[in-house]
């Protein structure tokens, strides 16, 4: 059984925090930002050999393929196959590479190409909440705080000057929206610092490709096939420690909007089901097909804190865009 999103709202604590997923950007962008569509999008070619694995696995995600192709080379690597070890793992790294260039092929060029109405809409949904956690790479959500104002909804990146067209992190700043796997806008520094990318000219989309040249380094992702190793990734990189700590740290109400709770992501919920929230809200979509594979991923952990009430929400009574 599931409850209208208003009805959720209004049964809640007031101290609400939202975490989103793809569904999120799907909703906006009609599917453009589906796996299926950012396959099409991507630079693998059909009848390629990665694009025949995403074929034999029979899945459009890329985090599947790449989790794939890394316990291929582990495997290949223990029977003495080196060379077709190093084959796999470069092929792992051609995925990662093939989804960020199908993000931007898809992604809106500027804030302005999506229409003001749906940025009010978004803006009006997002103020339900006092914490936004998100582990999409887009640039939506940006764009939609940027818009609702940045007294609201702030990123811990306004301390500091901007220096070459970059602010960096800091953990003293005010911050309530957290990048959980990275985003478009986000690159690692030298010192493992995270640097986020302003516009000084023209669109953003355009600003980031040039990055992307001219430091020969692609946006800081984690899109690393299992949970296991999004995990180290994460260790890795100081802002996303702290972001995924905070998750860990929460109280009040928690709602998830947009996420499947697929087994790699599965670290996400070990936070979530670590932390002191009283209840989870975690809206489904098309909640008569998918309601009880939801229920069933979610048992395990729910089990080890029985603590934390759980609500479940008709997704499309959400209204975001």
């Not at 007031?14 to 453009?32: C, E, P, T």
């Not at 796999?88 to 809106?108: C, G, K, M, Q, W």
Request: aromatic residues 10%; negative net charge; charged residues 25%.
């Amino acid at each position: 059984m599931t409850i209208p999103f208003d009805q959720a709202i209004k049964d809640s604590n007031a101290n609400r925090s939202l975490l989103i997923g793809n569904g999120f950007s799907i909703a906006q962008g009609g599917g453009k930002f589906s796996y299926g569509n950012l396959l099409d999008q991507s630079n693998l070619s059909a009848g390629g050999s990665i694009r025949n694995v995403f074929n034999t696995l029979n899945t459009v995600d890329f985090e599947l393929v790449m989790e794939a192709l890394e316990s291929a080379a582990k495997i290949e690597e223990a029977y003495g196959a080196n060379d077709r070890a190093a084959t796999f793992t470069t092929d792992a790294v051609s995925v990662r590479e093939a989804l960020i260039h199908a993000v931007r092929e898809v992604h809106p060029a500027i804030s302005l190409d999506i229409p003001q109405e749906q940025r009010d809409r978004c803006g009006q949904f997002l103020r339900k909440f006092g914490n936004v956690f998100t582990i999409n790479y887009d640039l939506l959500l940006y764009w939609v705080i940027l818009s609702v104002g940045g007294k609201i909804f702030t990123d811990g990146f306004g301390l500091g000057d901007e220096v070459d067209g970059f602010r960096t992190f800091s953990e003293d700043g005010i911050c309530n929206t957290y990048y959980l796997h990275g985003a478009l806008h986000l690159f690692l520094g030298e010192e493992r610092d995270t640097l986020k990318r302003v516009v000084t000219r023209g669109a953003i989309i355009d600003e980031i490709a040039a990055t992307i040249r001219r430091r020969n380094q692609l946006p800081l992702f984690v899109s690393e096939g299992s949970s296991t190793q999004k995990m180290a990734r994460i260790n890795s990189v100081p802002y996303l420690r702290y972001c995924y700590d905070k998750l860990s740290e929460l109280t009040g109400d928690l709602f998830i909007y947009g996420h499947s709770i697929a087994e790699n992501d599965y670290h996400l919920y070990d936070a979530v089901f670590r932390s002191s929230i009283d209840e989870l809200y975690i809206c489904v979509y098309k909640p008569d097909e998918n309601l009880q594979a939801v229920k069933e991923r979610i048992a395990p952990f729910s089990t080890r804190n029985g603590d934390i009430e759980i609500t479940y929400v008709d997704a499309s009574t959400a209204q975001i865009w």
